[in-house]
């Protein structure tokens, strides 16, 4: 039995539900609108995108497949930061961002399009429908049920038809002509991009959830490590594939959105603006159901996935608790509106996300250099410093008499400074470590 691999059509259906786990409806909106504002420069800028909002998440699963669940990942630290760190992402991609988004994402899709203008600018709508919304989610999410994933199994794939035939008739009948890159994508498109793949939450999602794809696979039967691997590396090139046709098929349709819908406040708009243009009123309510059923289920396994993780936590309180708590709070949360979701999530996803991306790479590394803490600790603390600064920036603070000190670092000013000084602590705790004797934590190759 350990030695028991996957049949090519049992690899492809990892592959697949590896898919439907980074491709929330909330992923959609932001390619339309990094495509609207880099205009011509939407092909460079949409392969800084894929590397943070693909290529990191595949990395995260394979990471998880090699290493263990993120707490054990991250003690490798301290303990402590383990614990701290876990929780951080676990409220990032839960009762923070990640479930208020959906509540906003289909309103803004599924409801904004068909309001009057005069109601649409009224807080009261979006008041009442995250009510509701939070409140199926809630009621869901205390009946686990094959419901939801028997929702989700329907309409993921309905989603991905009606994506390809407004891709299809914006290629045959294209909305217009690309247009000027507009602010920073005009200077630095790909690095641009790279930050913007921050906001999917994939990387955070693959850290957090990684461990249920990898517990797929072992039910299965495979239990040998490196076929485990063999698998989450073959079943993660399908999952890319097919998100990187969606990126850029979105990133293509709010390229070309300008002469036809003008300048837009979000990709949630741009998106049922396109649809409405392309195939008038029904097209738009088409894809305003299956958004909306799209982001209820992924509201559900967000709401449930934390609850579980806080429950194990906090064993004093129930699971029902924290499921009314997550449901309620991320109700309040998401009034503040999609755009405004999205401005305050950047800043904070900007300072926790280099440090997901410095853990991810070091777990493969980890044997490399004995497993030696000293190296975590050494990469991630110029890290966690220089990604707190460009967080503040982001966020609008006046930090200029630290960032104008910070210019001779490489990529500083692309907003990604903190790679040369993440390596250069890495080799400094490698030395640190030999020199204090620190003893070495490898990783079996073999399970």
Not at 169 to 181: F, M, Q
Request: net charge positive; with cysteine; hydrophobic share 55%.
């Amino acid at each position: 039995m350990e030695n028991k691999t996957l049949t090519s059509k049992q690899i492809l259906a990892v592959g697949l539900m590896l898919f439907a786990l980074f491709f929330g409806a909330g992923n959609m909106i932001f390619p339309p609108f990094l495509g609207q504002e880099a205009g011509t420069n939407v092909w460079t800028a949409i392969v800084g995108f894929l590397i943070t909002g693909v290529g990191l998440p595949l990395l995260g699963i394979i990471a998880i497949a090699k290493n263990g669940d993120l707490q054990t990942i991250a003690s490798r630290v301290h303990p402590l930061y383990g614990i701290v760190f876990t929780i951080v992402m676990y409220l990032a991609i839960g009762p923070l961002f990640g479930i208020p988004r959906t509540g906003t994402v289909a309103y803004e899709i599924g409801v904004t399009p068909f309001l009057p203008e005069t109601a649409s600018k009224s807080g009261l709508p979006l008041f009442l429908y995250t009510v509701i919304f939070f409140g199926i989610t809630a009621w869901l999410s205390l009946n686990p049920s094959k419901l939801v994933d028997r929702i989700g199994k329907l309409f993921t794939p309905a989603l991905l038809i009606i994506l390809a035939v407004l891709v299809i008739k914006s290629l045959i009948t294209p909305l217009g002509d690309l247009k000027a890159p507009q602010g920073a994508y005009a200077d630095g498109p790909f690095f641009k991009g790279f930050i913007e793949g921050y906001l999917t939450m994939d990387t955070i999602a693959a850290l957090v959830f990684g461990i249920v794809v990898i517990g797929s696979i072992k039910g299965m039967g495979v239990t040998n490590k490196q076929a485990l691997m063999k698998i989450c590396i073959t079943a993660g090139l399908i999952a890319a594939a097919g998100l990187a046709a969606v990126y850029l098929s979105l990133a293509y349709i709010g390229a070309t959105s300008m002469d036809a819908l003008g300048k837009m406040d979000n990709g949630g708009a741009i998106l049922s603006a396109s649809a409405q243009y392309l195939f008038g009123s029904a097209g738009a309510a088409i894809l305003a159901l299956a958004i909306t059923v799209a982001c209820l289920t992924t509201s559900v396994g967000l709401v449930s996935a934390c609850a579980q993780y806080f429950s194990k936590l906090l064993p004093k309180i129930s699971y029902k608790t924290i499921v009314a708590i997550l449901s309620l709070f991320s109700m309040v949360v998401a009034n503040i509106g999609l755009t405004q979701l999205i401005q305050i999530s950047l800043p904070i996803l900007i300072m926790i996300y280099p440090l997901a991306i410095v853990l991810i790479l070091l777990s493969f590394m980890h044997n490399a250099f004995n497993g030696y803490s000293l190296v975590y600790i050494g990469a991630l603390i110029p890290t966690g410093l220089i990604s707190f600064i460009d967080g503040l920036k982001t966020a609008g603070m006046d930090v200029a008499f630290i960032t104008d000190s910070l210019q001779f670092l490489p990529f500083f000013a692309q907003g990604i400074g903190w790679l040369v000084p993440a390596i250069t602590g890495a080799i400094i705790g490698y030395f640190l470590a030999l020199a204090f004797g620190e003893s070495k934590k490898p990783i079996p190759v073999h399970e």
